[in-house]
């Protein structure tokens, strides 16, 4: 009676299994992307009621938040013995690193104050050994020679003569975050902001404001800045929400004795470029992955 079934026509083609693992994933992406999403907002709400230096504004707005208020522990002290965990972890070989990515549409409307002028590098001269000198930023020129490489391009913010403020621009291609061993794209409308840095005795007068509205006058076809900041960074954050930062994704690594490398929070709604091994929570830090930092590091 004829021989074994042939498969069903829509078996031929990987079949009725694979729609349904395929719609499966797509569940899970989206549902893992919504997480992302409420992360962000939830972090963006902790922030502000940090930055507001109480808690009631972020109670008011998200009643169910006060275990996780509690449990992150939302006032400065909390935060500083957060640094020293960190710091105590390191001589342990622990190596914990917890990142915030922002993004800005809007600019602060400031008028620069006019004894600040601005000037673009996009390519390596001397005077950018020297800006980096004069600020004892410590970069070797081979890094600053990699950088241009790379199509990345330096900003000087001077006062008068006084180097005021330096910072660096990717516009395009990614962003390449060493200690994740992961390329944020940067959007085609979009630039993205590197170890931005004001000369010691000018910080806390809003220079950061100035520096990024003169960079965005650069760049008028761009719509939206991004940076990444160190959350333990006060000082760098605080000036990122003021400008009009809000974050949108956070990503949480430890490295274990500069071996083993555990993802525990990954920024999965973001587009990525190169990543080393995208699929892995756990991975090895051996020569291959340090081979593959060295390449794309700037
Ligand atoms: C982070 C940094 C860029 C901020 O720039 P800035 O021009 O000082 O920023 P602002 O003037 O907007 O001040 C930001 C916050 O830092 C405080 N601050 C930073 N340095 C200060 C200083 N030396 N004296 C007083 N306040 C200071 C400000 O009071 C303000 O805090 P607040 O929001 O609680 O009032 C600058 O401090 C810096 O260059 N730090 C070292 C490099 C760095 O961490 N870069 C960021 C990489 S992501």
Known sequence: MGGPPGPRPDEANGGPGLAKRESDLGDRREISNQREIENGESCR??????EAKEAGALLQARPGCADELQMRGLSRRLLSVNEGVREALRCLGIVATDGLVLQCRGRSGSTPPPEYSLAGYRAFEHEVVEVNRLLRRGFPEERLLARFRHGLKFFVLRAGEDVAATTWIVTEGERFVDEEGVGLLVPA???WVRDIFIAPQRRGRGLFAV?????REQFPKVHSIWSDVDRDNHP????HLRYGFEPVARFTTLHLAGQLMIRLR?????????????HRRVLLTGAAYRQF??????
């Open 266 to 278: 990954w920024p999965v709604s973001l587009p990525m470029g190169s990543v080393f091994k995208p």
């Open 45 to 50: 709400l902790l922030l502000a009621a940090y």
């Open 236 to 239: 760098s954050l605080s000036a």
């Open 211 to 215: 520096l990024l509205d003169g960079v």
């Open 189 to 191: 409308d979009g630039l």
């Open 293 to 298: 930092v060295s390449e794309r590091r700037t």
